[in-house]
């Protein structure tokens, strides 16, 4: 089978892009013309498969009209004009609309040199020791022979500071380890950022003070991720992260830092994973966003997100690589529900952050079924577009 898209031959995305082979158009060669993909939000190509042109009928369409008309927004550019407002508040029901123009959010922070900023979140003795241990064997490696474990322990600080001065004079903030964070705090340690006064939430705090951090989700998991990192937020450490001077720090997202919201792990291969974000600071591993419309809660994106359909819509319409990054997120078609619409969504994820609040990791299985089948209605999918996405997702 080949498409030949305009002069483009695209036979090579047979097996590549296109999740079921028998969804294939009944040709032997098709022939689509440009125009097919102007009407594809900012004219992105696409396979062409009977599933993906019913799609592409029923929302694109529609969705590459409104993006030509707030381009800004959708780009990450803050462009907040009155047409945009009118535009949010006339949307109803049964109406489709873009995330980028229902939402506002950026990517973290980049400390440059994490482990000078950065502790992580233990709950026993157990942890720090091994943390010690391995913040030891590291030391050894350089200039810091005979150092005894137990020596560490006595003068953590000293040779916490010891070290930061050793990687800053060979200019390197990842000589020990690029992920490796020796620095540790127990939970009771670390302080609620929704806890800390409006003065010290922008500027930072007198003293030492230890708050939660969002530095990612390496484990790939959806709804609900616990706290692992703290980070040192006094008004020295605020300064020197908004400045840039003492490491090669990006100062991101300070805006959204009291906020709540929604992010999604930017790699994924088969299926988005979005999780909600506590008011807190961030990183830039995580892309937060939250919803600006009452009718659109976060609730009701997040479960949006970890459907079936906005994965198979994201890897067919927005992008074919294996990152989501937030100007690609931006583009992913929201539809707005009607009352009852919403409150049958709310009730199953209300379900399913009760059962992640006792672990994290626990398996929803039935619960996320119930998800994607109230989103397939929401959309108006038909069934044979439905049976397609479930083969995609098996």
Request: aromatic share 12%.
């Amino acid at each position: 089978m080949i498409f030949e898209i305009g002069s483009v031959t695209a036979d090579k995305y047979e097996m590549e892009f296109v999740p079921n082979p028998n969804d294939y158009l009944e040709y032997n060669s098709f022939k689509a013309h440009p125009s097919l993909f102007q009407d594809n939000v900012f004219e992105r190509f696409f396979i062409p498969t009977k599933t993906n042109l019913d799609i592409h009928s029923n929302i694109n369409k529609t969705l590459s009209r409104i993006g030509n008309e707030y381009p800004e927004p959708l780009q990450g550019k803050k462009s907040i004009s009155d047409q945009l407002t009118q535009y949010r508040h006339s949307l109803k029901a049964n109406d489709l609309t873009l995330l980028g123009l229902i939402s506002e959010g950026e990517q973290g922070l980049v400390t440059g040199n994490n482990s000078r900023y950065i502790a992580q979140i233990i709950n026993s003795t157990d942890e720090a020791e091994k943390i010690n241990e391995k913040f030891l064997k590291e030391l050894a490696k350089y200039d810091f022979e005979g150092l005894a474990l137990n020596e560490l322990k006595e003068r953590i600080d000293f040779y916490y500071d010891k070290a930061e001065k050793f990687k800053l004079n060979h200019s390197k903030p990842d000589i020990f380890g690029k992920f490796f964070i020796y620095k540790y705090k127990y939970n009771d340690q670390v302080v609620p950022f929704e806890k800390l006064s409006v003065n010290e939430k922008k500027y930072g705090c007198e003293n030492e003070t230890w708050v939660n951090y969002y530095k990612g989700n390496s484990d790939g998991l959806t709804w609900r991720i616990p706290f692992s990192e703290s980070i040192l937020w006094t008004k020295e450490t605020v300064t020197e992260l908004s400045e840039g001077k003492v490491t090669n720090s990006r100062w991101q997202g300070h805006n959204f830092f009291k906020t709540t919201g929604f992010a999604w792990v930017d790699y994924f291969t088969s299926r988005v994973k979005s999780f909600f974000v506590n008011e807190g600071i961030y990183s830039k591993n995580i892309v937060k966003l939250h919803s600006i419309l009452d009718s659109v809660p976060d609730k009701y994106v997040v479960a949006c997100l970890n459907s079936k359909f906005i994965s198979y819509y994201v890897k067919n319409f927005i992008t074919s690589t294996h990152t989501l990054q937030i100007n690609d997120g931006r583009l992913i078609p929201i539809k707005i529900p009607n009352k009852d619409e919403l409150m049958a969504i709310i009730k199953v994820v209300d379900l399913i952050l009760e059962i992640k609040e006792k672990d994290s990791e626990a398996e929803t299985h039935d619960l996320d079924k119930k998800i994607d089948n109230l989103v397939y209605q929401i959309y108006g999918l038909k069934d044979e577009t439905i049976k397609i996405i479930e083969e995609a997702n098996t």
